[in-house]
């Protein structure tokens, strides 16, 4: 089991840019895969990007490929997002996802995920 929590949302004005971090607990981070999502007032939740357990195989969605950058250190226990040319229509909660992998370690993963952090606030304003 991985206990998951994010930092680093905030306020910032269209194309500034955000660092968020999300923090594992546990010994065996590496064997999860990695994602964020986001969900913004009255729409569902949806795909950011995604990180596989090694290899550093990445995977975004249309709305924030190029501007968006995911990362991980499996030896700090830890993914980060890298937003920049940020958007009023990135404003949403965003959160850290992780999901258990037994095998296929290089794959990432837009569904499925097991464990959730509490999210953290990006407001973009115009």
């Known amino acids: 089991q991985v206990q998951l929590v994010e930092s680093g949302g905030g306020l910032v004005q269209a194309g500034g840019s955000l660092r968020l971090a999300c923090a594992a607990s546990?010994?065996?981070?590496?064997?999860?895969?990695m994602g964020w999502f986001r969900q913004a007032p009255g729409k569902e939740r949806e795909f950011v990007a995604a990180?596989?357990?090694?290899?550093?195989?990445?995977d975004y969605s249309d709305s924030v490929k190029g501007r968006f950058t995911i990362s991980r250190d499996n030896a700090k226990n830890t993914v980060t997002l890298q937003m920049n040319s940020l958007k009023p229509e990135d404003t949403a909660v965003y959160y850290c996802?992780?999901?258990?992998?037994?095998?296929?370690?290089?794959?990432?993963?837009?569904?499925?995920?097991?464990?959730w952090g509490q999210g953290t606030q990006v407001t973009v304003s115009s």
């Open positions: 996802a992780a999901k258990e992998n037994y095998a296929n370690w290089g794959q990432t993963y837009r569904s499925g995920y097991e464990y």
């Open positions: 546990g010994r065996t981070f590496s064997r999860y895969a």
């Open positions: 990180i596989s357990a090694i290899g550093g195989r990445t």
